[in-house]
């Protein structure tokens, strides 16, 4: 169940790079995540949890402009499976598991990004321009994001 969870985490890295990791934080310091005395134990600090809410905060807004480039050039690709991985890797530690839920979260993480580009793609087409789609991206993204932490609490 726990590396299900490190992959789905890895999904939304895909859909939304900072979203899973400012998720991962904020079940940290609400305690949904277990990761005091865990190498992972700095994400339930007050710290991490306001970076990275800014940072996905950030990413929402910039992500709607039209410089935007896309999810698949590699700098942006690989963002999010850094971001994958090192979330699964969170969720993994929990468990004592980090290295299988760091392989589950990049794992996810490609799989959100090329599904993600996908679905994004046909949502901008069926509305006839890209922010309804983000819009909609966002919304699941973030709802899903904050339901896998709470699954593994």
Do not use: C
């Not at 940290?28 to 700095?42: D, K, R």
């Not at 890209?130 to 899903?144: C, G, H, L, Q």
């Amino acid at each position: 169940m726990l590396y299900i969870l490190a992959l789905l985490i890895g999904v939304i890295a895909g859909l939304r790079a900072m979203t899973a990791p400012a998720a991962v934080a904020w079940g940290s310091y609400l305690g949904w995540l277990p990761v005091t005395g865990t190498w992972a134990s700095f994400m339930g600090h007050w710290i991490a949890v306001g970076i990275f809410t800014i940072l996905a905060i950030v990413e929402l807004v910039t992500d709607q402009l039209p410089s935007t480039p896309s999810r698949k050039v590699p700098q942006q690709f690989g963002a999010r499976i850094v971001m994958g991985a090192f979330t699964g890797a969170v969720i993994g530690a929990t468990a004592g598991a980090a290295i299988g839920g760091l392989i589950a979260g990049a794992i996810g993480a490609v799989i959100g990004t090329l599904g993600g580009a996908e679905v994004r793609g046909r949502l901008a087409a069926a509305f006839g321009k890209d922010p309804p789609a983000a819009f909609i991206e966002d919304a699941v993204a973030i709802i899903a994001g904050l339901l896998i932490v709470a699954a593994v609490a």
